[in-house]
């Protein structure tokens, strides 16, 4: 019985480590910290000039999604929006959009925060397998 266990433990474990893979990618915040969770994705995209304004009352966010591949790709991006405490600001109505970046093309992402708390940023992009 122990044995059965510890192979459905073992099972559950590779199939989580082998999901994982697909969503990390590549978090730049507006402070200029990078972090990557996928270096073979970075190999081929980079997250640059990452910006910040104020539009009213409201943090306007900006990036630069570089692809170093010559092969098309699809990624995805987000938004994620920080009050001055770092606690995520309506991290759940934020959804992930999906853009293809064709062979060398540099393309500019940007969003507005959901409201006046927001004074820091993170922008992640990952690498989508759908088309």
């Keep these: 019985m122990k044995q059965i266990y510890t192979g459905l433990l ?3 474990a590779l199939t989580l480590g082998a ?3 697909h969503t990390a990618g590549i978090s730049v915040s507006s402070l200029g910290e990078t972090r990557v969770d996928n270096t073979s994705f970075a190999r081929d995209i980079a997250v640059q000039s990452v910006d910040a304004r ?4 409201l943090v306007q966010g900006s990036a630069l999604i570089v692809s170093k591949s010559s092969t098309d790709m699809r990624v995805q991006y987000k ?5 001055a405490s770092g606690y995520t600001i309506e991290d759940e109505a934020t ?3 999906s853009v293809k970046l064709h062979g060398k093309q540099q393309l500019q992402v940007s ?3 959901p409201n006046a708390q927001v ?4 922008v ?3 690498e989508t397998f759908s088309n």
């Design 10 to 12: 073992l099972v559950a």
């Design 19 to 21: 999901c994982a893979s």
């Design 79 to 83: 938004f994620t929006w920080y009050d």
């Design 119 to 122: 004074v820091k940023f993170d």
């Design 54 to 57: 104020r539009v009213g009352d």
């Design 111 to 113: 969003a507005v925060a």
């Design 124 to 126: 992640y992009v990952r």
């Design 95 to 97: 959804s992930w959009k």
